[in-house]
Nanobody, 123 residues
Framework: QVQLVESGGGLVQAGGSLRLSCAASGRTFSSYTMGWFRQAPGKDREFVAA????????YYTDSVKGRFTISRDNANNTVYLQMNALKPEDTAVYYC????????????????WGQGTQVTVSS
């Protein structure tokens, strides 16, 4: 079992930055692929970024490449999403997710989810 708790969301102006954190419980965190997803009102949950268990491989959706960076600290059971150059279209609830298999960008492939943190980008 893995429990995930996100933090770091908030209100920011366009062009600003935020760093999301996801704290995980459980002794096997380092064996999980971790992902970030987001869901805007009236839209489906979409893949944002993922990172392999070792941190050596990272994956991004095209719309955030060059602006967002996913990273992890296995010693502290935490995964991060650094978001720079934020745009109003990045406004959504951001979710952290975990799976004990290799990378997937499909939300239904992830076994564990956090409660989400709101990110609002004003124009």
């Amino acid at each position: 079992q893995v429990q995930l708790v996100e933090s770091g969301g908030g209100l920011v102006q366009a062009g600003g930055s935020l760093r999301l954190s996801c704290a995980a419980s459980g002794r096997t965190f380092s064996s999980y692929t971790m992902g970030w997803f987001r869901q805007a009102p009236g839209k489906d949950r979409e893949f944002v970024a993922a990172i392999s268990w070792s941190g050596s491989n990272t994956y991004y959706t095209d719309s955030v490449k060059g602006r967002f960076t996913i990273s992890r600290d296995n010693a502290n059971n935490t995964v991060y999403l650094q978001m720079n150059a934020l745009k109003p279209e990045d406004t959504a609830v951001y979710y952290c997710a975990a799976r004990d298999r290799p990378y997937s960008r499909n939300y239904y492939a992830y076994d564990y989810w956090g409660q989400g943190t709101q990110v609002t980008v004003s124009s």
